[in-house]
């Protein structure tokens, strides 16, 4: 359970966005703490994607705030902040994993998880070094050298999750992570996503519409036109 007493990792507060006529956030508030595993679930066109977006800083509200807290303590207003400094907020302390993985297909797997460091400006033999123990923590020992094409859905899945755990960010972002995998394979990569997230004290955020993903994260929220109309870490809630 959320500790109230905690300061969040990320706090999103009023978020409004519209495009054109259409009203993707219509007001939303959602903390996350360090630690938990928060799914957010609703229907097709319920916001659930653009509270991603808004949340990470790959684009910001029309009107609200959003407040990261860096491992320092300090608290940084990222929808203030201009895209440039966004970009650079979340190469070092949000970590990313999409349905499709995204990988790049020219690079070995070590290589894409790898990434996020020498972006950061760590050298390539100690990023690479970080990177192969990731992949091992996730069961792809021997499989540093492919490339995707050379790698199972489920396989590549788990290097996207090693890429985004690497830099060891206090938050993580998945979207439908395994939304294009068959249902074993899903289960064996939300393992990996849960238990390195847990391993690092680290928070988690799904997007998903699985009911089987959000009962194994430890907080549901749920969103309806663009409102958190559901937290159970406070039961239900009114459309602010």
């Given amino acids: ?16 966005k519209t495009y054109g006529s259409v009203c993707a956030l219509a007001g939303a508030d959602l903390s996350v703490h360090a630690g938990e595993s928060v799914a957010v679930m609703g229907p097709s066109g319920s ?7 808004v949340l990470s800083g790959i684009i910001t509200p029309d009107e609200g705030q959003v407040q990261l807290r860096l491992p320092d303590g300090e608290d940084v207003a990222l929808s203030a ?20 993985g995204l990988l790049l297909p020219e690079l070995s797997a070590v290589e894409n998880t790898a990434v996020p460091l020498m972006l950061a400006g760590v050298n390539r033999g100690a990023a690479e070094a970080a990177a192969t ?25 788990r290097v996207a999750i090693a890429r985004a755990q690497v830099a060891e960010p206090p938050l993580v972002f998945a979207d439908e992570p395994t939304g294009a995998l068959d ?4 289960q064996q990569v939300l393992d990996a996503l849960l238990e ?4 690092r004290g680290a928070a988690l955020v799904v997007v998903t519409h699985d009911s089987e993903v959000a009962t194994r994260c430890s907080r549901l929220v749920q969103l309806e036109d ?15």
């Fill in 183 to 186: 249902s074993a394979t899903s």
């Fill in 226 to 240: 663009g409102h958190v109309v559901h937290d159970s870490a406070r039961q239900q809630v009114g459309a602010a």
């Fill in 133 to 157: 123990q990731w992949l091992g923590r996730l069961g792809l020992a021997g499989m540093e050298l492919r490339r995707p094409a050379e790698l199972s859905g489920g396989q590549a899945q």
């Fill in 81 to 100: 902040l201009n895209a440039e400094k966004r970009a650079r907020l979340r190469r070092a302390h949000i970590g990313f994993v999409f349905q499709e």
């Fill in 196 to 199: 390195s997230a847990a391993q």
């Fill in 1 to 16: 359970m959320t500790n109230p007493m905690m300061n969040p990792v990320l706090t999103g507060h009023g978020l409004l």
């Fill in 47 to 53: 916001g659930k994607t653009t509270l991603m977006h």
